[in-house]
């Protein structure tokens, strides 16, 4: 990719911003909306693999950019785990935008201005938190990704989506202040820096007890993990429209959120300290917890959009999980969850909308025989799902087997068990819906117009099952990538 | 003419300024010489600041008389500092008054621009004076003046207001004279530097005792340290917006600073903090008023009431950071008594604003205002961020430092304390917000237009002050520790 320009994190950054700036000013014409998100997605694409190339090269990418207190700066630097975050982020953008376009065009939504802006400025600010130098600037991007993502949950304005941003907001705002700060202050008046380092900066600067709050306190307060019993948000974020939903509560702000775990246990605590906090423990059985019980709640849900969304708090307590285990190949497991999961729910929240969109169906039991009429999308979907579950062909099968190597490692039985469960979980919650589409017949009386959406949805969405298969194939470099964080430096 | 000559003009300019505009005929004569006097005090005070930062302390002897026998001017960085933010926030909210003073103001203006800067040099020279009955004499002059000024308000109530203000303030200067007297009995000196060499044998003495217990509480209550606070909402609401503005930023900041003064320099720590338990009753109190001023806040229905009490919240938080008696505490209350005079200073402007065009500051009457007033209205939702404490703003590195100082004394309780008001703050900020955005229009409400540029124009300068200081500290928290090096270090010792 060396071939591409290279730009500085800050300007990698700032380009969504930008978008969003032109895009608000183009606020009155829908093609010149549709022709800046286009030209937004697609020059953060190029502008993020062009970092991609020298620093898998080997090349250290650092920026400060402002000093705000002594010693404390607003700064940006390129490591593997958030170039993988950014990645992901800036492909999946680009495939999001022709089915944002697609889906709030032909559903008749309003204030198209005001949507593509606040999606662009997301998208920056997940950028910013993945190239953070420090928890202070990430802190700050963070925030910005709850504030910006508000009036996309609450988009329709109807009364439910009010109710349902407002928990979003409040419950993420919350956790991030209450704890998230406090916590971070506290790190710095210890240790005297918040900047990440490779090995951590809590080790030996503060005593066991506070080590150990500070762990809760930071798991807790990322609230965008969804750690039960902060969970909340999320569900009630799906009252947004599906691309919200796909691209934001799929993979930008829950992802965002196991990265900023991720990024704490690697670089703040270090996972050679973690093993030693007494919290850990705790901790690791919270987000056991959450993976189990998330998944059986998901099961009940008839709901498809609310189904995928508990799936998701599932599938996020596995990354979670990864982080804690404290073991390097449980953390590499869990970054790669990050990636595979992000490319099989982003699919299968694309298909729910692409249903919804043809056929006005939310609920899994009106879905029989739906496969007849929408093969790819419901094709797709079965791929998707595949890839959640981590079954071959798809690249979701090395990210939870180097999970649950990682958990076989570092030995924890219930952890290991806990896996295994929750995989035969998935398949229950998320293979039912595939076999009433293709098994079950379609209900007599239906209306016979049903057929697969517009092209502008279903192609992206096959585009990102393929992305599940192509994973398979490559998860390897992903993997060297990861590993590159515990054998010091890029190779 | 020497820096340390021209000190005394930083006082003298708008004081003799005073004089001459009083003469003064019309409004726009007397309010461009005020305007001019304040600036200059500003850029004067600025020279002075940008000199002590360093841990000089300068003093100027009046009539070359020296000290301790004739009166001093004292300055180091921590007065230095108090005076700089007086006179600049003075320069700036005059820019903001000329077309808010023409609606409230009947007649010419030359009267109230006078007694404007009979208020600023008394606050000034409050600061800048190292002689103990010094700081009564412009504490009353400005304490006078302000009444005055307070009893300008269209509204009847207040007269009221300033009449309550002008006793519980009289009760205040008393209580604070009396102090000073029980020293000037048992030394026999009224130089603060001197005294503060002379008390240390006295630390028995049940009247210098006495004496920190007069100052405390008299300071305190110009302070509006609740219990103490009873005079400001009122105070605050029914004055002209132009002077709500100034005082909000500016008045109960140099009461701090007396405060602090007294008992650190002249008193000293291990008196005030570890022979007297000045600490436990400051953190008490400050704890208090964070909690009282933040919750009577969130019911409000007046939107310059509401402020008010966010104020008195607000000197919660100075207080706190006085109270743990460090060098971070310190420089976490001089860092907020500077950051929370640019955050008030541009919410009230905003309410002025608001005022200026609806003649209402009730919030009902912000219903769906949003939209016919968004310049206002956003820079009101900005500054709101910046007494909420996000991050890019003053307030967060107000509360950071502040969070800091808690976490170094220990007493990381207190954190939870600081949590708890911010998130307050953030309902009250919220549910203007909401109204003015999220509601429509009352049906047969009048068409509002935006706010003149004239008063727009500053506003928002204060508002990007706000974020310019919230990012670039290298001012705000070089002087602040400096001034809490000058207080703990010694430096008010004679050379």
């Known amino acids: 990719m060396s071939w591409l320009p290279q730009f500085s994190p800050l300007t990698v950054v700032l380009i969504p911003f930008a978008g969003a700036v032109a895009i608000a000013f183009a606020a009155g014409s829908t093609p010149w909306i549709q022709r800046l998100s286009w030209l937004t997605s697609g020059l953060f694409l190029f502008a993020v693999w062009g970092l991609a190339g020298p620093a898998l090269s080997g090349e250290a990418i650092e920026q400060s950019v402002w000093e705000i207190l002594p010693g404390m700066t607003i700064g940006f630097a390129i490591e593997p785990l958030g170039l993988l975050f950014a990645l992901l982020a800036s492909t999946l953008w680009i495939l999001a935008t022709p089915y944002a376009i697609g889906y709030m065009t032909h559903g008749g939504y309003a204030n198209l201005g005001r949507f593509f802006a606040c999606y662009a400025i997301a998208l920056g600010a997940a950028a910013g938190i993945a190239f953070a130098d420090n928890l202070l600037t990430m802190f700050i991007f963070y925030e910005i990704l709850s504030v910006s993502t508000y009036p996309l949950v609450a988009h329709d304005g109807s009364e439910k989506s009010k109710r349902g941003a407002r928990t979003y907001l409040v419950l993420l705002l919350l956790t991030s202040i209450c704890f998230w700060l406090p916590a971070m202050i506290w790190t710095w008046a210890a240790a005297g820096t918040v900047t990440f380092t490779p090995g951590g900066i809590l080790a030996d600067q503060v005593s066991p007890a506070t080590g150990a709050a500070l762990l809760v306190l930071f798991m807790f307060g990322t609230g965008k993990a969804a750690l039960m019993p902060f969970h909340r948000w999320l569900p009630a974020a799906m009252v947004a429209p599906t691309p919200v939903s796909a691209l934001l509560h799929a993979v930008a702000v829950v992802k965002a959120g196991v990265f900023v775990t991720l990024k704490l246990a690697i670089y703040i605590f270090g996972l050679d300290y973690l093993k030693t906090l007494a919290t850990t423990d705790f901790m690791l059985y919270v987000a056991t917890f959450t993976m189990l019980v998330a998944s059986l709640v998901a099961m009940h849900q008839d709901n498809l959009k609310a189904r995928l969304a508990y799936s998701t708090v599932s599938q996020l307590s596995y990354i979670v999980v990864g982080a804690l285990l404290a073991s390097p190949l449980a953390a590499i497991g869990g970054g790669m969850h990050m990636l595979m999961h992000g490319f099989g729910k982003i699919t299968l929240f694309f298909c729910a909308g692409a249903i919804y969109l043809a056929s006005k169906k939310t609920k899994i039991s009106e879905m029989n025989g739906l496969g007849r009429k929408m093969p790819v999308t419901m094709t797709a979907f079965f791929v998707g799902a595949l890839c959640v579950i981590g079954l071959p062909p798809t690249g979701g099968l090395w990210s939870k087997w180097h999970l649950v190597s990682g958990a076989y490692d570092s030995g924890h039985a219930i952890v290991l068990t806990a896996f295994l469960i929750s995989t035969i979980l998935n398949i229950a919650y998320l293979l039912p819906p595939v076999l009433r589409a293709f098994l079950k017949p379609l209900p007599a009386g239906q209306q016979p117009g049903i057929k697969e959406a517009p092209w502008l949805c279903v192609v992206p969405l096959s585009l990102t099952a393929l992305g599940t298969l192509v994973l398979f194939f490559l998860a390897q470099s992903a993997f060297e990538v990861m590993a590159s964080i515990f054998s010091g430096g890029l190779s | ?495």
């Open chain 2, 1 to 495: 003419m020497t820096l340390i000559e021209s000190m005394p003009f930083i006082m003298l300019a708008p004081l003799i300024g005073s004089g001459f505009v009083a003469l003064l005929p019309g409004r726009s004569w007397p309010w461009a010489i005020s305007t001019l006097a304040c600036l200059f005090s500003a850029i004067i005070a600025g020279a002075v600041l940008a000199e002590t930062m360093g841990g000089t302390t300068m003093s100027y002897p009046f009539g070359d008389w020296p000290p301790p026998i004739g009166i001093e001017y004292r300055v180091d960085a921590a007065n230095a500092f108090v005076a700089f933010l007086v006179a600049a926030m003075a320069a700036v909210t005059l820019l903001w008054a000329p077309k808010s003073v023409a609606l409230e103001v009947q007649g010419r203006h030359g009267t109230f621009y006078a007694l404007f800067l009979l208020v600023v040099a008394g606050l000034l020279g409050i600061t800048l004076t190292g002689d103990a009955f010094n700081v009564f004499v412009f504490l009353e002059i400005s304490s006078l003046a302000s009444y005055a000024l307070i009893a300008y308000g269209r509204d009847r109530r207040a007269l009221l207001a300033a009449f309550r203000y002008l006793i519980m303030g009289t009760v205040g200067a008393t209580f604070f004279l009396i102090g000073i007297a029980f020293l000037y009995m048992v030394t026999g000196t009224l130089n603060m530097a001197d005294l503060a060499e002379r008390l240390p044998a006295l630390s028995d003495n049940n009247a210098v005792r006495a004496a920190l217990a007069f100052i405390v509480v008299g300071m305190g209550l110009k302070l509006a340290l609740l219990p103490l606070h009873l005079w400001l909402p009122n105070a605050y609401a029914y004055a002209p917006n132009f002077v709500t503005i100034f005082l909000a930023g500016t008045a109960t900041k140099v009461a701090l600073y007396v405060m602090v003064r007294f008992a650190f320099t002249v008193f000293g720590p291990d008196y005030s903090f570890v022979v007297l338990p000045l600490s436990t009753v400051l953190m008490v109190l400050a704890l208090a008023g964070m909690f009282a001023g933040s919750w009577v806040a969130m019911f409000q229905i007046h939107l310059k009431r509401m402020l008010a009490y966010s104020s008195v919240a607000q000197v919660g938080y100075m207080v706190l950071g006085v109270s743990l008696a460090t060098v971070t505490g310190l420089t976490a209350a001089f860092l907020h008594l500077f950051n929370h005079a640019l955050i008030k200073t541009a919410l009230f402007m905003a309410v002025g604003c608001v005022m200026y065009r609806t003649g209402s500051a009730k919030l009902d009457d912000l219903r769906g205002l949003g939209r016919q007033m968004p310049w206002t209205l956003t820079a009101f939702a900005l500054a709101g961020l910046s007494i909420i404490g996000v991050p890019t703003t003053v307030g967060f590195i107000s509360k950071w430092y502040l969070v800091l100082a808690s976490i170094e004394a220990g007493a990381w309780w207190l954190v939870v304390f600081l949590l708890i008001t911010s998130l307050m703050a953030l309902y009250y900020i919220w549910r203007v917000i909401e109204t003015a955005w999220f509601s429509p229009r009352p049906d047969g409400a009048a068409e509002v237009r935006e706010a003149p540029l004239a008063l727009l124009v500053p506003t928002w300068f204060v508002v990007a002050l706000n974020f310019y200081f919230g990012l670039d500290t290298r001012l705000t928290v070089g002087a602040a520790s400096a001034a809490a090096e000058a207080l703990l270090g010694g430096g008010g010792s004679l050379p």
